[in-house]
Every structure is written in C-alpha cells, then in structure tokens.
C-alpha cells in the first residue's frame, strides 16, 4: 500500500524511523570518503621488535622499513627519536595518501643515517700505510668514508693519496686509505656511506614528512622520483650527504616548510619538469646552494650562503626521458624567489641564469660574491628591489631579455652584453642597455637577517615607499643539528 494511504499514527513512525538511522548515519561518518580509520604505527629502534605489530609504543617495531611494509594509504608513521640514529634508507613506492587525508611520517626529531660501519679486519694492508676493502659493490652516488662523525677527504685518484684521505674506486669497488703514521683503519672507528639515499619516493603521492633528519646518504637526503604530487617536507634536515640534500624529478610537486640543508653536494636540487616550493630553508656551506634544471620553483623567506661555487644557479634542460620535454616550457626553468638572502662569502656566484632559464628576483640581496648576478645570452632575468652588494661584477647581462629597475647597487662592474662598464661609468651603462633607470649605486650595509640600508633611502614607485631588500628578516630556528 502506498505510503500516503497509511494511517497518519504510521507515517510519523515511518519518518521517525528514518530519521534516526539518517542521524545515526551521519554521526558515523559513513557519508564521508575518508570514513576509515588510518593505523598508526610506532617505531623504536631500541625497544622495538619487527616481529611486533606496531600499533602501540608498547608494541613498536624495530625498522623504517617494517613500518612501510605495514602501511597502508593514509596511515601514519611515527619515530621515536632514542637518540640514536636508524642506520637505514626508508622507500615509499606507489604507497601514499590522498589530497584530504595524507600519510603522516612524524620524525620527532630522529635522525635516519645511511652510514654502515666497517670491521677493521676487512682492510688488507698494501704497503706504506695504505689499506685497501674490496666491497661487493659501490652504492650510486657520490659514497664516502666517516670517522667519529667527521667526513674524511677524499683524492682524486691512488696515486696522489695522502695520509688522512681516501679514494674510492668505483669501477672495481674498492676503497683506498691511506692511514696517518703509527695508525691502522682499527683506530678511527670508519663508516661509509652504504644507503642510496634516506626519505625515498618512487610514484608515491600526498605524503607529509615531519620533523626528521637526514644524514650521509652516498646519493641525496630526500630523494622524490616519478608521478609524486602532493609532497611535503616541514622541519627536516638535510646534511652531509653525497649529492643532493633535498631533490625532486620529473613532474613531481612538492612543498617545504623551514629546511635546513648543509655540508652536501647540493643543497636543493630540483630537475625535469618538477614543481617546488621552498618557504624558509637555508642551505649552507655546500658546493651549490640551491640548483635548478628544469621545472618551476619557488624561494621565499630563504638564505642561502656560504657556499664554495656559487649560490643559486638555474639552468633550462631537455630531459630526454620525459614525452615532448622540448616543447614543454616547464623543462626551460623558471624561478620566482623573493625575500631571498643570497651570501657569497667569496663564492663565484650568487645568482646565475643559463641555458635558457628565467628568474623572476624581488625584495632580495646578494651579497659577497665574485658575480652578484649572471645571465647567459639565452636566458632572461626580472630584477627589481634588490641589492647587489659587495660583488666584484655587479651584474654581468648577455642577454637583452633583461628587465632591472628601482635595485641598489654598491660599486663594482656592470657587464652588458659585450661591454664593461665600471663604477663611475654608471650613467653610460643605463644610456646602452636601457636598464636601471630609477637604481642607484650607493655604499650599502647589509645584515645577517637580509635587511639592506642605504643612505638615499626608500625608493618610490608610484608615489609609495618601496623596501629594497628583504622585507622580513630571515630567523628561522631548527628542530636540532
């Protein structure tokens, strides 16, 4: 019988009836997409036991790795920092979240280190100090030893080896030390560099890092590859490491949050046709601060400084393995960075522009190094409210798709396309390039937080005061190092 022929008495018990199970369907969540309960797995490699279960600090397992295999999408990971280090590599491959509901790896300050340490008695004396351990092979990257915590140098090859340096020989997998006077490899206690690279991502998306350091890996200390959207990176740390201390290729997206990178190959190393962006991070004392090939990337609220070749330097490509990466603008590379500190101390150069690269510069300084900003006759750079201080080559401009304008300079030169101009040719270089028309070169000061100050002040832009240099100081605190 239809429900309108009913008596009314029922057709108030009928809605009644639904009523309650619509509430009791809502409060469930059994309406929502993410109406399962994630797991949670702990990790202590003191206390822990792989042969656990993981989901409780009671019943933690022992490994990264042990964790991952448990996982599944949207489940969570947390270490517990025991104040020794988990000597292993974690790999994340196809496993992830999703754009509400990420999986969470909470770090809580530990460190995972790809170090492995090596017994004495594996090094066979060849003569003259020197000892030699046959691996069964060389980890990718650039591998080498550690003693006590400190990197040991490296020579270029066998024959020039001095004592307290290493070579490693990658074709046959072995390495050569050659040991101080009086000592054998038993009195330094080595370690090598045996783990690829720490927080690994093959095709793994909406995963969130926290809170973690990574530590001498031979290759990179966060290394994303293949379809990986959605990636990020709060309070970690990337040090000593043999290539790269943040990483990611392809066309992958990632975001990062207050970084400190240090003492790797690369501070940032980002390629392809990837995505990033970087707010706080300061990436120091390596070989490049932060390099760029390809992609589109993002430097805002950063320092990047002292370090030995040059500062940030971006670079178009044309990786061969992505489909129609000639015609994808994204492989050229492009670079939006404001409020940026770049600090040379005596680095080659603080920002350079290659091979077709653009850079979009604002509110910034660079200061210190040989070249304050270089850009090929390909590439083209946007530089405004900037200073350029303390720099032998102010800027050095080979292209003509260049746009400066309301910048400080300190004195120094100006290269434009073939012609050098010095300090006091000033207004002959605005006359050729067209460039500069409302910049000054004034005797700058420059803070550790990036604040500039000049004596002619403020510049005006459509009848507004305009800060030149950072507009916030860079202070940033660190979870350790």
């Not at 805002?300 to 990786?319: H, L, M, T, W, Y």
């Not at 032998?392 to 798709?401: C, G, P, R």
Request: one cysteine or more; hydrophobic letters at 35%.
């Amino acid at each position: 019988m239809p429900e309108t022929f009913l008596p009314c008495a029922s057709r108030c018990l009928t809605k009644q009836f639904y009523s309650i199970l619509l509430c009791i369907w809502l409060i469930s969540g059994v309406w929502s997409p993410s109406f399962v309960q994630a797991a949670t797995y702990y990790v202590n490699n003191q206390t822990g036991s792989d042969e656990h279960d993981g989901l409780s600090e009671k019943s933690s397992v022992a490994t990264i790795a042990r964790a991952i295999a448990l996982c599944q999408t949207s489940d969570r990971i947390e270490l517990c920092n025991t104040g020794r280090s988990y000597r292993e590599s974690m790999l994340f491959r196809k496993l992830g979240g999703t754009p509400d509901r990420p999986l969470v790896l909470e770090g809580n300050g530990a460190v995972v280190s790809g170090l492995q340490a090596l017994e004495a008695s594996q090094w066979k004396s060849i003569g003259e100090g020197v000892y030699v351990l046959h691996l069964e092979k060389t980890p990718y990257g650039n591998p080498f030893l550690v003693s006590r915590g400190k990197r040991l140098p490296a020579a270029k090859n066998r024959d020039v080896l001095k004592e307290g340096e290493h070579y490693w020989d990658r074709k046959t997998s072995r390495v050569y030390f050659y040991c101080e006077a009086g000592k054998q490899p038993a009195d330094y206690e080595l370690d090598a560099t045996l783990q690829i690279s720490g927080f690994t991502l093959t095709s793994a998306s909406y995963i969130s890092c926290r809170n973690l350091i990574c530590e001498y890996f031979s290759n990179d200390g966060f290394n994303i590859h293949g379809d990986c959207r959605g990636i990020r990176l709060e309070n970690v740390i990337a040090r000593h490491n043999g290539d790269d201390g943040i990483s990611i290729h392809e066309a992958g997206g990632l975001i990062v949050q207050n970084a400190y990178v240090h003492d790797n190959f690369y501070g940032i190393q980002d390629v392809n046709a990837s995505r990033s962006v970087y707010n706080g991070v300061l990436s120091e004392m390596n070989q490049v601060g932060v390099s760029l090939v390809g992609g589109y990337h993002s430097l805002v609220d950063c320092q990047i400084r002292k370090n030995a070749r040059s500062e940030i330097d971006i670079a178009g490509s044309n990786p061969g393995h992505l489909i129609g990466a000639e015609q994808n603008l994204l492989c050229q590379t492009i670079l939006f960075a404001q409020n940026v500190s770049v600090f040379g101390a005596g680095s080659q150069m603080g920002l350079s522009v290659r091979n077709g690269a653009r850079a979009i510069m604002e509110h910034s300084v660079i200061s210190g190094s040989g070249t304050g900003v270089y850009v090929d006759r390909l590439s083209h750079c946007h530089l405004t409210l900037t200073a350029v201080s303390q720099c032998d080559i102010v800027l050095n401009l080979q292209s003509k798709q260049c746009f400066c304008d309301f910048n400080l300079y300190s004195p120094g030169q100006f290269h434009w396309l073939e012609t050098v101009y010095a300090a006091d040719q000033w207004s002959e270089y605005q006359n050729a390039s067209q460039l500069d028309p409302h910049s000054r070169i004034e005797e700058l000061t420059v803070g550790a937080d990036g604040a500039v100050s000049a004596p002619g002040g403020a510049m005006i832009f459509s009848g507004r005061k305009q800060i030149v240099g950072p507009t916030a100081p860079f202070s940033l605190r660190f979870l350790q190092d």
